[in-house]
């Protein structure tokens, strides 16, 4: 595994990095980072795509009104994707406005890591986005090879503390992500009316569709929904509860 380094974004930010080879070195590797284990965690998976101009600027206010907020309060870690593009570019931007605290780690393929004055070396490569403190650039070259990985990495920085995953829209590798989670048995709250992959798992929570890629996540119990025009004291809530488990 190679040693931690540091970089610069653009807009000044500096983010720490580091190259673990194999599941074996995480431990290590986010120790290296200074990330402790023991706290609380919201993993963040999914999308920002199709939305209506109005459903958009609803899931915005998701992460500016109470993720962040939250991260804040209880000194939560937060887990996503790390690349400038949907909900892990709402999840930097809102840690920016609210200048907090909280660290916030990107996990993603190296081989589709897009650093600062770096080019692109295929189409599929993104820049990681820019509010990010930690990165975690894992083995692969394609969409998804990071999934096990966000779930490893969140488990084992929780340490025993309470976690959650909160998925809004998504798209083929957000079902990834999501049996990820279950299978570390995190509880995962979709954001139902946010379109894609959450509203079809919505659906199939309710009853008025069958999908048996969709209903083993469901039978794992770990699923439940709420509404993105529910207004967001029952997000807020829900999360409080399950952090609020270890006090």
Same mark, same amino acid.
């Given at each position: 595994?190679?040693?931690?380094?540091?970089?610069?974004?653009?807009?000044?930010?500096?983010?720490? #990095? #580091?190259?673990?080879?194999?599941?074996?070195?995480?431990?290590?590797?986010?120790?290296?980072?200074?990330?402790?284990?023991?706290?609380?965690?919201?993993?963040?998976?999914?999308?920002?795509?199709?939305?209506?101009?109005?459903?958009?600027?609803?899931?915005?206010?998701?992460?500016?009104?109470?993720?962040?907020?939250?991260?804040?309060?209880?000194?939560?870690?937060?887990?996503?994707?790390?690349?400038?593009? %949907?909900?892990?570019?709402?999840?930097?931007?809102?840690?920016?406005?609210?200048?907090?605290?909280?660290?916030?780690?990107?996990?993603?393929?190296?081989?589709?890591?897009?650093?600062?004055?770096?080019?692109?070396?295929?189409?599929?490569?993104?820049?990681?986005?820019?509010?990010?403190?930690?990165?975690?650039?894992?083995?692969?070259?394609?969409?998804?090879?990071?999934?096990?990985?966000?779930?490893?990495?969140?488990?084992?920085?929780?340490?025993?503390?309470?976690?959650?995953?909160?998925?809004?829209?998504?798209?083929?590798?957000?079902?990834?992500?999501?049996?990820?989670?279950?299978?570390?048995?995190?509880?995962?709250?979709?954001?139902?009316?946010? %379109?894609?992959?959450?509203?079809?798992?919505a659906a199939v929570l309710r009853g008025e569709l069958i999908d048996q890629r969709a209903q083993e996540?469901?039978?794992?119990?770990? #699923?439940?929904?709420?509404?993105?025009?529910?207004?967001?004291?029952?997000?807020?809530?829900? #999360?409080?509860?399950?952090?609020?488990?270890?006090?």
């Amino acid at each position: 595994m190679a040693n931690p380094f540091q970089i610069v974004f653009p807009n000044q930010s500096v983010a720490d #990095i #580091i190259r673990p080879q194999s599941a074996s070195d995480l431990p290590s590797a986010l120790q290296n980072l200074g990330l402790q284990k023991g706290h609380r965690v919201l993993v963040v998976i999914g999308g920002a795509s199709k939305l209506s101009e109005d459903d958009f600027a609803r899931v915005r206010l998701i992460f500016s009104d109470v993720l962040a907020p939250l991260a804040q309060k209880w000194n939560a870690y937060v887990v996503d994707g790390g690349t400038d593009a %949907g909900v892990m570019r709402l999840m930097g931007q809102a840690r920016s406005e609210h200048r907090g605290g909280f660290p916030l780690i990107g996990v993603c393929p190296e081989k589709l890591a897009v650093l600062p004055d770096e080019a692109k070396t295929s189409d599929e490569a993104t820049l990681l986005e820019p509010h990010h403190t930690h990165f975690l650039l894992v083995p692969g070259a394609a969409w998804g090879d990071e999934s096990p990985w966000i779930a490893n990495v969140a488990s084992e920085l929780a340490d025993g503390k309470p976690s959650v995953t909160v998925l809004i829209n998504g798209g083929e590798v957000t079902w990834k992500d999501a049996s990820q989670n279950v299978l570390h048995g995190r509880s995962i709250i979709v954001i139902a009316g946010s %379109g894609r992959t959450a509203d079809h798992l919505a659906a199939v929570l309710r009853g008025e569709l069958i999908d048996q890629r969709a209903q083993e996540l469901v039978d794992s119990g770990l #699923i439940q929904a709420i509404d993105l025009n529910a207004g967001h004291e029952e997000l807020t809530k829900t #999360i409080e509860r399950i952090f609020a488990a270890a006090e």
